[in-house]
């Protein structure tokens, strides 16, 4: 992920966020303590997704990006693409660009959640959704579609947490069901497995290949199995998988 923070740096340096004068915030619009004080700011300091940006640029970030600050919050999907008009620049516009936006989301809802509350949900879910991000890239033999989701994983996560556990929007699977649709889960995962000959990415697959990658694929759905073990996870996962269904025709 060394490249995505170099790409970034370089693309905040050189064009920086513009937004046009009728559109600027009077610095007393947000509270003070929005703004930075020191030098640099860790935007995302996960080991593989380690950005940080220089003051200058954060404060413009806080002062021109009012939807990571509105009262009503949405998931980084709907967030992003009701936003994209307001791009002055290709900041944000590039794949590489909305991978950025979505760690400035999670960082701003984060905050908003209190990033020391809900810590073992948090790393729970993004090992959950990273899981199942590999996977599928597994079945789909890579590409960039999932180099570009292991930021937005970590969206993904904060918004689930924020409307699963904070806001208590979403409607989780109920503690009664909850066996009964893990079940089903794996059942379906199961049926991926037995489907693998129409995977279309494994026509050059020799038997041999064939089969190891199988079974590196059933050691992680059985993983990913174990580690859900309440509602909530459940939800969230379910939620999850289904960015990934276009890859995939399970017969039920």
Excluded at 93 to 103: I, R
Aim: with cysteine; hydrophobic share 30%; charged share 25%.
């Amino acid at each position: 992920m060394k490249g995505l923070y170099t790409y970034l740096m370089t693309l905040m340096v050189l064009t920086g966020c513009q937004n046009p004068d009728n559109d600027t915030v009077a610095p007393d619009v947000y509270s003070n303590n929005h703004y930075a004080q020191e030098d640099t700011v860790y935007i995302s300091t996960s080991p593989t997704l380690e950005y940080y940006v220089l003051k200058e640029e954060y404060n413009k970030l806080v002062q021109q990006r009012k939807e990571f600050f509105s009262d009503s919050v949405n998931d980084p999907d709907f967030t992003y693409h009701s936003s994209y008009d307001s791009f002055e620049d290709i900041t944000f516009k590039s794949e590489t660009g909305q991978d950025y936006y979505y760690l400035c989301y999670t960082y701003f809802l984060k905050k908003r959640n209190n990033h020391e509350n809900y810590h073992g949900e948090r790393e729970r879910l993004i090992d959950l959704y990273n899981t199942i991000n590999h996977i599928y890239s597994i079945i789909a033999r890579g590409g960039t579609f999932f180099s570009h989701n292991k930021p937005r994983i970590q969206a993904y996560s904060e918004w689930d947490i924020y409307n699963h556990l904070v806001a208590k929007r979403a409607v989780p699977i109920s503690e009664i069901d909850f066996e009964s649709e893990k079940e089903a889960f794996i059942e379906r995962n199961r049926k991926i497995l037995e489907s693998s000959n129409s995977f279309v990415y494994w026509g050059s697959f020799t038997e041999e290949e064939r089969k190891a990658t199988l079974q590196e694929l059933q050691v992680l759905f059985e993983s990913l199995s174990e580690k859900i073990d309440t509602p909530f996870y459940l939800s969230c996962v379910l939620g999850f998988e289904e960015r990934y269904q276009h890859l995939i025709s399970v017969q039920s």
